[in-house]
């Protein structure tokens, strides 16, 4: 089946320090994946994505390229600041159709002063 | 009002209530969603309608109730709930048939608290 594997956190940084959330998957074929954000008392909301092989998606300083040899989607950041104080999902939906998108546990993350 | 809306956004009830939460979404899309989320569980997809027709039912308890009057607008109804049901309800929209190319916008959620 279909599944998505997230490093635990909390992750805690220092402003300015380099971020890596690793996030690995199980799928049959070749998925979209994606990075959502949610921040404290707000819903998720898209931070990128990418929806084939070897693509690399970024915004607002983070980047990840999708890695189908090591079905890895890992999620980086060069210098984080403290308004990163999230919790990062990694997800995918597969292209065999249907609406069902798998979300890892998600990563928090903690960024200080 | 722009992007999704979700009423109300804290609801506090007994066991033996009935309550319906509502989810709009002001983008011009034809598939919506309801998550469960829990404290430290992953996302779960409860029901998603495309085009005001269930396509997923994720083995939810009946006293979970969907609607999808039309493509703007999704309700979740509440009856009898257990206090493991009080969790965040967050509802999502997202565009066209093919979902694996489109990304979801999510409303801010329902907090749910069952006493």
């Known amino acids: 089946g279909n599944s998505v594997t997230q490093m635990e956190g909390p992750v805690t940084l220092s402003e300015e320090a380099f971020l890596t959330i690793n996030c690995t998957y199980t799928?049959?074929?070749?998925?979209?994946l994606f990075w959502y954000v949610q921040y404290p008392g707000e819903g998720l909301q898209l931070l990128l994505k990418a929806t084939k092989a070897d693509d690399k998606g970024s915004n607002k300083g983070f980047e990840a390229t999708y890695r189908k040899e090591t079905t890895s989607f890992h999620l980086e950041k060069g210098s984080v600041q403290v308004s990163d104080s999230a919790v990062y999902f990694c997800a995918l939906t597969p292209k065999t159709g249907g609406f069902k998108t798998i979300f890892g546990a998600g990563t928090r993350l903690f960024v200080k002063a | 009002e722009t992007g999704v809306t979700q009423t109300p956004r804290h609801l506090v009830m007994g066991m033996t209530n009935k309550k319906s939460l509502k989810c709009e979404q002001h983008?011009?899309?034809?598939?919506m969603y309801w998550y469960k989320q829990s404290a430290k569980k992953p996302l779960e997809l409860m029901f998603v309608?495309?085009?005001?027709?269930?396509?997923e039912n994720n083995s939810v308890p009946s006293r979970f109730s969907p609607e999808c009057p039309n493509s703007s607008h999704l309700f979740l109804h509440l009856h009898t709930l257990q206090p493991e049901d009080s969790a965040l309800y967050l509802c999502?929209?997202?565009?066209?048939?093919?979902?694996?190319?489109?990304?979801?916008?999510f409303g801010p959620g329902t907090r749910l608290t069952v006493t």
């Open positions: 983008l011009g899309h034809n598939a």
């Open positions: 799928a049959t074929g070749y998925p979209s």
């Open positions: 309608y495309s085009l005001e027709e269930r396509v």
């Open positions: 999502a929209s997202s565009q066209g048939r093919q979902a694996a190319h489109y990304e979801q916008y």
